[in-house]
């Protein structure tokens, strides 16, 4: 149930096209909540179905001109709702941790150079938020908005810090493992 509600936060921000919403979440809000360019297009036309966005009059729709929407009264009232709402936190899914969960039924064999890869993504990951927080929130942007946004922006950096620690004591473990198997004949042998 949350798309709806990142396009409407989105779109409170600032009345975007189809096109424009889809680069602001490849650039912003797809670093914590992804969305295909499809699913977006998709979840406009119901949001506009239901009366809690409209497209911005213009001038006459011509073929493929983009219509610029905007969240209606009830779009607000909606996600003011939502944010306010009780949910519980969602399990994790990550197929890494489903694959080391599986390597210890055929061996850790190989794994090292996955956890290598994305212990690279996660550095490539945290320096990117870094930049972002160095270059968006300079000292003393302290209204509320830039408050909850850093806000946001500390999460994904302390949950980067998480991964790469936890990617660094894996790759250890499983590095480890391997020089045994190669001359244990184990599993993954």
């Known amino acids: 149930m949350s798309l709806p509600h990142a396009i409407l936060t989105a779109l409170l ?25 499809q699913q977006i297009y998709r979840e406009l036309g119901r949001l506009e179905e239901s009366g809690l966005i409209r497209a911005l009059p213009g001038e006459v729709p011509v073929r493929g001109q983009k219509k610029e929407y905007e969240v209606l009264p009830a779009g607000g ?3 003011a709702r939502w944010v306010a709402e009780s949910q519980d936190p969602k399990p994790m899914r990550d197929p890494l941790l489903l694959r080391i969960r ?12 996955e956890l290598r890869r994305h ?3 996660h550095r490539e990951r945290l320096a990117r938020y870094e930049a972002i927080e160095e270059r968006d929130f300079p000292p003393g942007r302290d209204a509320v908005e ?19 620690a936890w990617l660094e004591e894996a ?10 198997q190669d001359g244990s004949g184990g599993p993954g042998a």
């Open 146 to 164: 830039d408050r909850l946004r850093r806000l946001v922006l500390h999460g994904g950096i302390a949950l980067e810090g998480f991964w790469l």
């Open 171 to 180: 790759l250890a473990e499983v590095g480890t493992m391997e020089g045994a």
């Open 119 to 121: 212990l690279e993504l």
């Open 77 to 79: 009232a909606e996600l």
């Open 13 to 37: 921000e600032k009345p975007s096209s189809g096109l424009e919403l889809t680069r602001r979440f490849d650039r912003s809000i797809g670093y914590f909540w992804s969305a295909t360019h």
């Open 102 to 113: 599986a390597a210890g039924v055929v061996g850790p064999r190989g794994l090292g150079p």
